[in-house]
T-cell receptor, first 114, second 111 residues
Framework: KAGVTQTPRYLIKTRGQQVTLSCSPI?????VSWYQQTPGQGLQFLFE???????NKGNFPGRFSGRQFSNSRSEMNVSTLELGDSALYLC?????????????FGEGSRLTVL | GENVEQHPSTLSVQEGDSAVIKCTYSDSASNYFPWYKQELGKGPQLIIDIRSNVGEKKDQRIAVTLNKTAKHFSLHITETQPEDSAVYFCAASIWDNDMRFGAGTRLTVKP
């Protein structure tokens, strides 16, 4: 069974640009969550999508957005990039967290903003 | 929203010793408390979890305890091995609400 796949794995952008990250969840999983990981800050929750609807949202500015498609694949977009957006962005999927709770993480997309 | 604090941020132990990581949470309604292990270059992976109706859970060398009154929970690793070296994250969530993570503990097990 394939795991959570995130693309691209590494990318470098400059300030002011925008970026789109992609996440393919485990087959059958309907929930996709996104987290930002930075040294010392741990995993900061961005948002969660379930059946194409944003179910929860963390405390990030409106420059961070996401969406989920009918096949459960998800994308997140960051516009007008800032140096502080440099981080590892992790995607996690689950069938239905209300039942099992477990999140299955991808290996992340490492974004560097210059 | 939920706030999770985790201590210590770094922990170094000798192989064979025990390691303890502690977390506190703010929302008394939280009912699910997982622990994740993140190895270098990989995403976090669930190693053990506990629900609010249970006080302790054990799986071989790892165990988790929960004190709902004090709103804190702990991870205990006994007989540590070099392969236990990793970053460990605690988390808390309410039913199907978003999961909030602690800042992580970097555990180093010295051979």
């Amino acid at each position: 069974k394939a795991g959570v796949t995130q693309t691209p794995r590494y990318l470098i952008k400059t300030r002011g640009q925008q970026v789109t990250l992609s996440c393919s969840p485990i087959s059958g999983h309907r929930s996709v969550s996104w987290y930002q990981q930075t040294p010392g800050q741990g995993l900061q929750f961005l948002f969660e999508y379930f059946s194409e609807t944003q179910r929860n949202k963390g405390n990030f500015p409106g420059r961070f957005s996401g969406r989920q498609f009918s096949n459960s694949r998800s994308e997140m977009n960051v516009s007008t990039l800032e140096l502080g957006d440099s981080a590892l962005y992790l995607c996690a999927s689950s069938w239905d967290r209300g039942r099992t709770g477990e999140l299955f993480f991808g290996e992340g997309s490492r974004l560097t903003v210059l | 929203g939920e706030n999770v604090e985790q201590h210590p941020s770094t922990l170094s132990v000798q192989e064979g010793d025990s390691a303890v990581i502690k977390c506190t949470y703010s929302d008394s309604a939280s009912n699910y408390f997982p622990w994740y292990k993140q190895e270098l270059g990989k995403g976090p992976q669930l190693i053990i979890d506990i629900r609010s109706n249970v006080g302790e859970k054990k799986d071989q060398r790892i165990a988790v305890t929960l004190n709902k009154t004090a709103k804190h929970f702990s991870l205990h690793i006994t007989e540590t091995q070099p392969e236990d070296s990793a970053v460990y994250f605690c988390a808390a969530s309410i039913w199907d609400n978003d999961m909030r993570f602690g800042a992580g503990t970097r555990l180093t097990v010295k051979p």
